[in-house]
């Protein structure tokens, strides 16, 4: 169980990015964040594994405070939460395998991953999370010979190196077309279904949501203006969440 | 203006452009005449003149360089001398004028007068000589030292005719000799002495630009890491921490040194019996290599206990020092082993004495090396520790422990610096470089906390960037030519000290070059591999290092070739290389030496160029 409890972060220049945002994420639960860009959703996912450092307000992780961790206890978190991003992050000129390992850099000892040592065991499991998302046979590739849709597959895969209890994904599939795009949300539909592992993904559109989420909270401005089941969103709702002027499409 | 073309009088507009375009000519003439001025002053301190080149001297000292560069000093031939004599009388004899029949069947000389008075003009006319030749007129006296009168050129029918002046003499009643020699050039040419020694000294340049690459290149690398604003920034450190790395570093280079010089101990008592030696050799890299496997275990999914912590560390030691020990018998045999292949290998010999160096080099870097890990390590155990105090103690505790390591690492620090000023200075007043200092530092320490006191933690990586970089930037600034002159002062003349000169210069450039290549990669990545739970290092090998490798071997190459073009001048100062021969055969005016120096160099450079852009294209 994830609790977020008045999670407050203002930016150097004084940018107010989240505002009290509260909510909780049961285990097991695939919740969709959606909201305008710059309402705070990158900033929001970025908090939870603290790649941001949230200004005020509590993280909860199953009882354990994640914003008051030290640097070794955030290691053994951060390598317990997936993270899956827009622009896939993947390191272009290494191998795909390499990519694949690094989602074992928090458990494996850095004195050995230095000299781009890792357990059999790891590298067996990287050929099983590769070979679940299809791209097995490209493991010797370099990453930017991948195209779009392959290259987030190795952010799954590597996401899922990392045997996380919960994914973050920021956006997967915003530079995706919308044929790729349902392919990589069905990867996440089956991790989260049949693995048990928790999914907080930001999402533009909303049929996506509708399809895959048990769940949806919006942010405007920094603020969580919404919090229920997809279907929920009306007309109404959507121009609350999405401003005025917003027009549905899809 | 803006408001006046909005006035309802027609004529306002148009005058206030007029004046404005006035005001612009008028300040267009000031500027103009501003630049005239600069570059008038330009003229007369660079003294601008065209005086001397009109003078006849300038114009032919000029050309005779010229001619003489055209004419570089590569190839000779071996040459045939084929000398005609003629009797001469210097005085005149008693009898009056001797006469003398010439043989006319080859090539012969007449001398009119036949005699004549010591310091007298004669005229020597030669027939039958080889068509186009040259060579010298001697006079040759009983002595027969050869006293060059003048030279010949004969014309294209072998005939040439002299007039030269008789050197002063003591009269002698014999005869003497008028001695014409003509050469000929035979078989096929050679390469002279100096292109063979501009080929040996050319070959010391490249190699010079080589290792000074080398050297720098690896020293860079990690500089550039700390010179990167990317990955420094988020480096902080609360108030405690940063005081206690500073007071921990110095212990840590004390225990450091202790410890390499207890290695260094047992490896000599191990070399005395070289059976034991040997087994050393063996034993302790394996023994340290068992240790380090067993306190680094591969995956750990539990965080350890406290106690099995304590034997880690106490293992992962046990495995350093007996590293340290094994790295000091290696360097002991490779100096052995090196000196003994030096005479067996002949011509390769030079493969032993490498070998022999590098033992040498080990062993009086080991020391330092392992004083100043040992100060990283417990310098950062220092911050471990501080940020831990400073996170389970009450934030008021947490001042008054700040203000006593403020003020301690304070002086600690300033006492460092009043030791480096009594080294240079040598003032032989503690007041001034040990007590005096230590009280400052202390107030400054006071005075940081004090005014960080509402703050969490320090940008410690940010204070690192800075430092990095100022010093980068001195250095950089301070040319090639002007350390090697240091550097020659510490090494003696020689391409060593060109080399360290060029490595330092190469540092300095290259880690700037580098850390910039740092700040442009994508951050995308980082924030992935940071999001995995890697530590600190593990993503820079990971994210970083793979996204800096083409254009670091880009710059690597660039300043390769920086360095060939360097080293061709590192020798005026002493610095080894071309520049060496070149300067001594300027100083000299042997210009076509020089010549081919000049040549050399431009080759060197030119191939160079076309090679590491070759190899840039085909890398990157």
Same mark, same amino acid.
Request: aromatic share 4%.
């Given at each position: 169980m994830l609790q977020i409890i008045n999670l407050t972060k203002i930016y150097d220049?004084?940018? #107010?990015? #989240? *505002?009290?945002v509260s909510f909780e994420v049961p285990k097991g639960q695939f919740t969709a964040v959606i909201g305008l860009s710059g309402s705070g959703k990158s900033t929001l996912l970025r908090c939870i594994n603290r790649l941001i450092d949230p200004t005020s307000g509590q993280i909860l992780w199953d009882g354990t405070d994640i914003t008051a961790a030290s640097q070794d206890e955030l290691r053994r978190i951060r390598r317990k939460i997936g993270m899956v991003f827009q622009h896939f992050n993947l390191v272009h000129r290494s191998s795909v395998i390499t990519n694949v390992l690094g989602g074992r850099l928090g458990y494996v000892n850095p004195a050995w991953s230095l000299v781009n040592r890792f357990p059999k065991k790891d590298i067996e499991k990287a050929m099983q999370q590769m070979a679940r998302v299809g791209i =097995? *046979?490209? =493991?010797?590739?370099? =990453? *930017?010979?991948?195209s779009g849709g392959q290259q987030q597959r190795v952010g799954i895969a590597r996401a899922m190196m990392q045997d996380p209890e919960i994914i973050l994904a920021d956006?997967?599939?915003?530079?995706?077309d919308p044929v790729l795009a349902h392919s990589i949300m069905q990867y996440l539909e089956q991790i989260n279904k049949e693995d048990g592992v928790t999914v907080l993904c930001s999402l533009h559109f909303l049929d996506l949501v509708h399809r895959y989420a048990d769940r949806v909270v919006a942010l405007n401005e920094g603020r969580l203006v919404f919090d229920g089941l997809p279907t929920e969103i009306d007309d109404i709702k959507f121009k609350e969440i999405y401003g005025q002027e917003a027009e549905r499409v899809g | 203006m803006n408001a006046s073309s909005n006035n309802s009088s027609g004529n306002q507009p148009q005058k206030s452009t007029k004046e404005s375009a006035m005001v612009h000519s008028v300040r267009l003439g000031l500027g103009v005449l501003v630049v005239l001025v600069v570059y008038a002053y330009g003229f007369q301190v660079t003294q601008v003149s065209l005086k001397e080149i009109n003078e006849t001297r300038r114009q032919e000292s000029f050309l005779r360089i010229l001619r003489a560069l055209a004419h570089p000093d590569i190839l000779e031939y071996e040459r045939e001398e084929f000398p005609v004599e003629v009797p001469f009388y210097m005085p005149c004899p008693q009898g009056g004028e001797p006469q003398t029949q010439p043989d006319t069947s080859g090539p012969y000389m007449i001398v009119t007068p036949a005699c004549a008075e010591a310091r007298s003009e004669i005229t020597v006319e030669g027939f039958n000589f080889e068509p186009n030749a040259s060579g010298p007129i001697n006079f040759v006296p009983p002595s027969g030292v050869n006293l060059q009168l003048g030279n010949l050129q004969t014309d294209s029918e072998g005939h040439f005719t002299s007039t030269v002046t008789l050197p002063r003499r003591q009269p002698v009643a014999e005869a003497q000799t008028i001695r014409a020699i003509t050469r000929r050039n035979v078989g096929m040419p050679h390469f002279t002495r100096t292109a063979t020694d501009t080929w040996a000294k050319i070959i010391e340049t490249v190699f010079l630009a080589l290792l000074a690459t080398t050297f720098g290149v690896f020293l860079s690398i990690p500089i550039s890491f700390l010179a990167a604003r990317n990955l420094m920034k988020d480096v902080t450190s609360p108030m405690a921490g940063v005081a206690l790395t500073v007071l921990a570093w110095p212990i840590g280079i004390f225990i450091g040194l202790q410890a390499a010089r207890l290695a260094s101990l047992a490896s000599q008592s191990l070399n005395q019996n070289a059976l034991f030696g040997v087994a050393g050799l063996v034993v302790s890299p394996v023994a340290g290599w068992a240790l380090a496997r067993w306190a680094l275990?591969?995956?750990?999914l539990q965080p350890p206990t406290r106690s099995m912590r304590v034997f880690r560390l106490i293992a992962l030691l046990g495995a350093a020092l007996l590293g340290v020990l094994g790295l000091f018998l290696l360097s002991f045999y490779a100096r052995q082993v090196g000196l003994a292949l030096e005479e067996p290998l002949k011509a390769f010999g030079f493969l032993g004495t490498f070998v022999a160096n590098l033992g040498e080099i080990v062993n009086a870097l080991l020391t330092l090396l392992v004083a100043l890990v040992s100060g990283a390590m417990l310098g950062s155990l220092g911050g471990r520790m501080g940020t831990w105090v400073t996170g389970h103690t009450p934030k008021t505790a947490v001042l008054g422990v700040n203000f006593i390591l403020g003020a301690s690492s304070g002086a600690v620090l300033m006492v460092a610096l009043g030791a480096v000023v009594e080294w240079l200075y040598e003032l032989g007043n503690p007041l001034y470089t040990m007590w005096g200092p230590a009280i400052a530092g202390a107030l400054i320490g006071l005075v940081v906390v004090f005014r960080n006191r509402q703050k969490d933690s320090l940008p410690v990586g940010m204070t690192i960037y800075y430092v990095t970089r100022t010093i980068l930037n001195t250095l950089r600034s301070i040319e090639a030519f002007i350390m090697a002159i240091i550097f020659v002062a510490l090494l003696s003349t020689g391409p060593f000290a060109g080399v360290m000169a060029l490595s330092l210069h190469t540092v300095a450039a290259l880690a700037k070059l580098y850390s910039e290549q740092v700040e442009s990669i994508m951050p995308g990545p980082l924030e992935a591999i940071r999001a995995t739970g890697a530590t600190r290092l593990q993503t820079i090998v990971y994210a970083v290092i793979p996204q800096i490798v083409p254009p670091y071997i880009s710059f690597t190459m660039y300043r390769w070739d920086i360095n060939v073009r360097m080293s061709t001048i590192i020798g005026f100062v002493g610095g080894g290389g071309i520049g060496f021969l070149l300067q001594q055969n300027i100083n000299l005016l042997n210009y076509r030496a020089a010549s081919v120096q000049m040549l050399a160099i431009t080759v060197v450079v030119a191939v160079m160029d076309f090679i590491s852009s070759q190899l840039r294209e085909r890398v990157v």
């Open positions: 220049g004084g940018v #107010l990015a #989240l *505002d009290k =097995a *046979d490209k =493991a010797n590739y370099r =990453a *930017d010979e991948l956006e997967p599939v915003a530079s995706l | 275990p591969q995956v750990e």
